[in-house]
């Protein structure tokens, strides 16, 4: 029979270019992308970006007038991709477009592309004027975190030989904070 994970599976939606379908929009592939080991967090991440492709489509792409929004989704077990195409206006210059904060509607923070970019592995873009826009969207569920092992601390657990129940010597603070020790450096991964 195969292995059922590697089978692709599909979801397509054309939706009305209407304000209150980008609330349908990011349900239905939410609810999609659940079939994927996805934390709620990251789902969270996925309904941000359907929100600010589609809208993009509503608002650029068609200007608050009529058209078709389409939004097919897929996923082969191990990776999620989500498209949304319209056939409007188009954008003239992709690069500009994907800037913080350039809108061509001043009534808009020109943040969609940013957002889709921060809250997905990769972001394609596909329009030319008059021709209508294409948004792709793909994401693979971060590996889980395993549990420490037995020897190990778990988290929020005082060091070893740290003093008062477990707050660190202030050298190993100053040294934690990239003080003590010369380097000037913070922990990079905490900032995204």
């Known amino acids: 029979m195969g292995d059922r ?3 692709p599976r599909w979801l397509e939606l054309r939706l009305p270019s209407r304000p209150e379908n980008v609330g349908v929009a990011r349900v239905a592939v939410a609810a999609f992308a659940a079939q994927l080991p996805f934390t709620l967090s990251e789902l969270e991440e996925i309904k941000v970006a359907v929100s600010e492709a589609v809208t993009n489509a509503v608002v650029h792409g068609y200007g608050h007038g009529r058209g078709v929004v389409t939004i097919r989704a897929g996923h082969d077990g191990r990776r999620l991709w989500v498209e949304v195409a319209d056939s409007g206006r188009g954008i003239a210059d992709i690069e500009q477009a994907r800037q913080p904060a350039f809108s061509t509607d001043p009534e808009r923070m020109g943040m969609g592309f940013a957002f889709m970019e921060a809250f997905m592995d990769q ?47 202030s050298s190993q603070l100053e040294a934690a904070a990239g003080r003590g020790d010369g380097s000037g450096s913070a922990d990079a991964g905490a900032a995204r």
Request: net charge negative.
């Open 5 to 7: 994970a590697a089978e």
């Open 123 to 169: 972001v394609d873009v596909e329009s030319a004027p008059g021709a209508g826009t294409t948004v792709r969207l793909y994401k693979r569920p971060r590996p889980k975190e395993q549990a420490p092992s037995p020897d190990e601390p778990a988290a929020g657990d005082p060091p070893a030989g740290a003093p008062d129940g477990g707050a660190p010597p």
